[in-house]
């Protein structure tokens, strides 16, 4: 059974984690723990409790565009930095990968944000991809690209609001 839980070191010792990206593999083993004290950045594990190993796992911060950045995600001049959060991280271990991980994490990952957005105020919701085929996953689960930055992508507050709203049973 998979089952999300907060970050914590124990739970990442129990099995090598491997997504395929050594970025992704790298941070999790050796920097995640310190971002967490540091309250940097909160990181959800997705975990196999059977199997005793992470699945996968997700992080979130806050993040600000700048005006500029703002006007390339948004389309329109800016005045003023856009605030925003960061789906800082998201990757799914090797042995996991084509079952639906992926889009649960980010599901857990938006639903999050969806409930954060009614206590903290932010715009939109960003991820720097770290190639073509991770953008293409984010496409598909409704950002679009920033006009002038294709691994860069957003998703506005309000259209996060209104998809959580669409799942919502009248």
């Known amino acids: 059974m998979l089952i999300a839980r907060p970050f914590t070191s124990a739970a990442i010792k129990l099995h090598p984690f491997d997504c395929g990206e050594p970025e992704l593999n790298e941070w999790l083993a050796r920097y995640a723990s310190q971002s967490e004290k540091k309250d940097n950045v909160r990181t959800t594990l997705l975990l196999d409790e059977e199997a005793q190993r992470v699945a996968g796992y997700f992080s979130l911060r806050t993040f600000e565009l700048s005006a500029a950045d703002g006007e390339s995600a948004m389309g329109r001049k800016r005045r003023y930095p856009v605030p ?3 789906l800082a991280r998201l ?3 090797n042995d996991y990968k084509g079952h ?3 889009k649960l994490l980010l599901f857990d990952a938006l639903q999050r944000l969806v409930a954060a957005a009614d206590d903290i105020g932010f715009e939109i919701v960003v991820v720097h991809a770290l190639h073509e ?3 293409c996953f984010y496409l598909k689960h409704g950002f679009r690209r920033f006009l002038d930055h294709e691994l860069s992508l957003f998703l506005t507050t309000k259209d996060l609001r209104a ?4 799942a919502e049973p009248s």
């Not at 998809?163 to 669409?166: E, G, K, Q």
């Open 84 to 86: 925003a959060m960061l």
């Open 91 to 93: 990757a799914v271990d």
């Open 100 to 102: 639906g991980v992926g």
């Open 133 to 135: 085929d991770a953008a």
């Open 163 to 166: 998809t959580f709203a669409a």
